[in-house]
T-cell receptor, first 109, second 111 residues
Framework: GQSLEQPSEVTAVEGAIVQINCTYQTSGFYGLSWYQQHDGGAPTFLSYNGLDGLEETGRFSSFLSRSDSYGYLLLQELQMKDSASYFCAVRNSNYQLIWGAGTKLIIKP | EAQVTQNPRYLITVTGKKLTVTCSQNMNHEYMSWYRQDPGLGLRQIYYSMNVEVTDKGDVPEGYKVSRKEKRNFPLILESPSPNQTSLYFC??????????FGPGTRLTVL
């Protein structure tokens, strides 16, 4: 079967750095994406990795290692507004997006 | 404004009463999807469509129908809803890039 594994919850302090890991097992691979979802809201796109390496977008970075079937999202200079759930998703050979169960990020002052 | 709209946003219904959740996008996207989201399970794809008149089953299609008669619209139909279909539903669209745009969600309760 196809699956993505990510931690269910991560806690960090405001101003710190946090990393959310994602490992995947899918039929085909066309890229790893990350989405953010605040309580009561819809998921919004954060980043995409199609090739190995690091992609940086402001305070957020995302990394991919296709040989390890692994990626992570790195959030720097954490702010209270970053409290949300974060989902990794992989596009498989059928062009479907397969989603992880999500990581709830709790930020403490 | 580029957006995906869904209606209704909230719906309480009873078992067996047919319902339709509408979805519309104004971005001329080819690809549209329906997801359901349940606590601890993330987003699970119900159906998707790569173009007009082309639809395919996702991971959890049982009990649902869709149609894609026009590019912009992708309604989700529950012919005979059951309590296990109580969930939060999202419609999404994207072009052939990798950014999915989500509607605001429809919270459905089936009694």
């Amino acid at each position: 079967g196809q699956s993505l594994e990510q931690p269910s919850e991560v806690t960090a302090v405001e101003g710190a750095i946090v990393q959310i890991n994602c490992t995947y097992q899918t039929s085909g691979f066309y890229g790893l994406s990350w989405y953010q979802q605040h309580d009561g809201g819809a998921p919004t796109f954060l980043s995409y990795n199609g090739l190995d390496g690091l992609e940086e977008t402001g305070r957020f970075s995302s990394f991919l290692s296709r040989s390890d079937s692994y990626g992570y999202l790195l959030l720097q200079e954490l702010q209270m507004k970053d409290s949300a759930s974060y989902f990794c998703a992989v596009r498989n050979s059928n062009y479907q997006l397969i989603w992880g169960a999500g990581t709830k990020l709790i930020i403490k002052p | 404004e580029a957006q995906v709209t869904q209606n209704p946003r909230y719906l309480i219904t009873v078992t067996g009463k047919k319902l339709t959740v509408t979805c519309s996008q104004n971005m001329n996207h080819e690809y549209m999807s329906w997801y359901r989201q349940d606590p601890g399970l993330g987003l699970r794809q119900i159906y998707y469509s790569m173009n007009v008149e082309v639809t395919d089953k996702g991971d959890v299609p049982e009990g649902y129908k869709v149609s894609r008669k026009e590019k912009r619209n992708f309604p989700l139909i529950l012919e005979s809803p059951s309590p296990n279909q109580t969930s939060l539903y999202f419609c999404a669209s994207n072009d052939w890039g990798d950014t999915q745009y989500f509607g605001p969600g429809t919270r459905l309760t089936v009694l």
